[in-house]
């Protein structure tokens, strides 16, 4: 079956942005019709990347609201240049007027856009850390690839699509962040730190059992003190009632005597 009509991909970002290129339907010039898009487009870029950076400043994370909004702000600059930045300045002033290969049609304006999504992963890798018994700083590392994404977007003009993306971004960082915490507390981490010439991963594991908590991983390290090491043990914990972990906890501190214990929970 053959189309009878060539489908089009026209938008309404599409449509903002013939109504600014064309100067407010001639009411004033095309450049300053343009200029004011690329002021539009970095002030909406701060609005949607900043409410993500406010909300994991919100949260204690040290990525927070300056570092996401630059990310965005830069990524934003970066596909501006990439439509507007590369005229062929020289024919420009020689003949007044560029030619048909310099143009923007003729240009491919992803090519900066691929090099700023690849780039952005040193910066969310940074956000990563790995601390024994879990990877803490995977949701930050992420909104800061959507705060990329953003930029882009609104330096290319899809001011809908990333006004959407924004808010289906922040559904998921406020509302389902009481989901993911449900969750977690289902799968807590014990944390103590026991002297070092005490073994006592078998005793730990009876009283696990005990209360039917199963130990799912465990981590050691040895730490740095005046007088000797001591051992800082996480155990990954999995339980059916929440009283039989606190009981659990409780046990461990009476009959180990750990130096410290308490119960941590998953934050990403």
Known sequence: MILSQVLSWDTWDADIIRWFNSG????????????????????????????LGFEREYRGHDAGLRTHVLIGVGSCLVMMISIYGFTPWDEVFVTGSATTSGSPAARDPSRLAAQ????????????????????????????????MALGLACGGG??????????VALFVLIILHSVDRWIARRDPVVIMVIENNKPALKEIMVV??????????????????????????????????PASIAAFVEELRDSIKPLEIHLAVRER
């Open 24 to 51: 407010f339907h001639g009411a004033t010039s095309q450049e300053a019709g343009n200029f004011v898009l690329m002021i539009c487009s970095l002030l909406l870029t701060v609005l949607l990347t900043g409410a």
């Open 116 to 147: 700023v999504v690849s780039g952005i992963g040193f910066l969310g890798a940074g956000a990563i850390i790995q601390n024994g018994v879990g990877v803490k700083g995977l949701t930050t590392a992420t909104t800061l690839w959507v705060a």
């Open 208 to 241: 696990a059992e005990r209360y039917g908590i199963t130990i799912k991983e465990t981590h050691s390290e040895l730490l740095t003190n005046q007088n000797d090491t001591p051992i800082r043990m996480s155990l990954r914990c999995s339980h059916n009632n």
């Open 158 to 167: 899809n001011f809908l699509l990333a006004g959407m993306t924004a808010v």
